[in-house]
């Protein structure tokens, strides 16, 4: 991350400000508002920092393409406030932050609580498909869905103000900003690093979380060293908003305890102080000390170059664009008759082509549906429309492509991917509760 180019985080900070910093990380689709009911009782022993997502909350649009650099971010921040170590607790995308700051940055954190967490949310599959709704549909299908995902039906049922409040925070949320969390989300995996986490850690999770539940929190205390799990009765996702004083109580009993030395905000972040010790000047009239000259060293002779396999980062482009479910399939079929063509496939089509420079991913789309609908490949034809969509296409912009394949490949063609990209679309933009 450079110092000068990694942008900033809308922020509310709240307390003495030579308080030890706790640092409060919202959920997707939330605002800082969802620690409201946390931060008059954390602001009397610390000073709260809490950040908005980019595009929540009327935060800048400016999209992550990753939880690491919104990490860089949260982190940039904290050095322009002058904050070099701190607390934080996160809730689901925000956990995820304190997970990567934990592990990328462990002299900055000093404890570190999760909230409605995982090492791994859902699947890649499932997040990219939220981008493909998002993108076709608006956030509108995400707005609907929320309470029930967020809540117990007996709150949702008794607080209707809230729940209309959760409905407009995902309402108002930039559909860019959105769609980039989830792909961030769909790349995040910590699961052979959880050992590495070495920061006092409480892991607090839903009873009745249905997105990420006590398995996903028991997971977390399995892998990280030095941690502790709070199940909280009667709570769905949003733990906070929903029972928050009984999760005001544990992060102030977690924060309390686990705090082992004295924090305070400080002007010059660790990462700009000096990283040498200039030599002690000689003194007046003092003839430099002749230094021996070395023979220059024979050039080590260098072994002959070798072209990567491009197997492995085939093997990972195929998955990123077709989806894990359909790659699993179809090397979970091959056998020693197609074992060869599937190596074949990932390493020249997915390895040679799909990972050069000259075109991005939505072009190369658009080029792989113009021939296949023109070869009448149908099948091909209907996973390659799910890896449009997923690469950024939106449905309207696939219709083009239809179009201009009628005028110039020819009409028969064209009805028939209208027909297969038709039901694909249908299917791919219609999110199951």
């Known amino acids: 991350m450079s110092e000068t180019t990694a942008r900033r985080l809308q922020y ?6 030579d ?10 689709g939330t605002t800082w508002h969802m620690w409201d009911r946390q931060t008059p009782e954390l602001t009397a022993r610390w000073r709260v920092v809490r950040f908005d997502l980019p595009g ?22 904290l050095d322009d406030l002058g904050v070099a170590r701190f607390g934080y607790a996160g809730s689901d995308l925000g956990a995820a932050v304190g997970a ?51 809540f117990t039906q007996t709150f949702a049922a008794a607080q209707p103000a809230i729940v209309d409040w959760a409905v407009q925070m995902v309402r108002t949320t930039h559909a860019g900003c959105y769609i980039a969390a989830c792909e961030a989300l769909a790349t995040f995996d910590v699961r052979a690093d959880l050992g590495r986490i070495g920061v006092p850690t409480l892991v607090l999770v839903g009873a009745d979380d249905r997105v990420t539940g006590p398995a996903e929190a028991r997971t977390l205390v399995a892998g990280i060293p030095d941690a502790r799990l709070a199940v909280v009765p009667g709570a769905a996702h949003l733990a906070p ?24 905000a400080v002007p010059v972040p660790p990462q700009v102080t000096a990283a040498f ?30 072209r990567p396999d491009p197997y492995d980062e085939g093997l990972r482009v195929r998955r990123e664009v077709l989806g894990d479910a359909h790659v699993d399939r179809a090397l979970a079929a091959a056998d020693d008759f ?56 939106t449905p309207a912009e696939i219709r083009e492509v239809l179009l201009q394949t009628a005028v110039y490949c020819g009409v028969p063609a064209a009805n028939s991917a209208f027909r297969v990209a038709a039901r694909v679309i249908a299917e791919e933009t219609t999110l199951e509760p």
């Not at 509310?12 to 400000?17: C, K, L, Q």
């Not at 929903?242 to 305070?264: G, I, N």
């Open 100 to 150: 990567d700051l934990a592990l990328r940055a462990p002299q900055r954190l000093a404890s570190l609580a999760l909230v409605a967490a995982s090492p791994r949310f859902a699947t890649a599959d499932e997040y990219r498909q939220r981008g493909v709704v998002v993108r076709a549909n608006g956030l509108e299908p995400m707005a609907r869905l929320a309470p029930g995902q967020w």
């Open 12 to 17: 509310r900070s709240d307390g003495p400000e």
């Open 56 to 77: 929540h909350g009327g935060a800048p649009a400016e999209p992550v393409s990753s939880v690491g650099e919104l990490a860089d971010r949260l982190l940039a921040t």
């Open 277 to 306: 010790t200039p030599a002690p000047a000689a003194p007046p009239g003092a003839v430099p000390a002749a230094q021996p000259v070395a023979a220059p060293a024979a050039a080590p002779e260098q072994p002959p170059a070798h």
């Open 338 to 393: 197609t074992g060869d063509f599937q190596e074949l496939v990932t390493r020249y089509a997915w390895g040679e082509v799909w990972t050069r420079d000259g075109l991005d991913r939505r072009t190369r789309s658009c080029v792989t549906l113009t021939a296949l609908a023109a070869r009448g490949h149908l099948d091909e034809l209907a996973f390659h429309t799910r890896a449009a969509l997923r690469n950024g296409l």
């Open 241 to 264: 908003v929903e029972q928050p004083a009984a999760v005001t109580d544990l992060l102030v009993r977690h924060f309390s305890s686990a705090w082992h030395d004295t924090l305070a």
């Open 19 to 28: 308080a030890p910093v706790l640092v409060l990380g919202p959920s997707l």
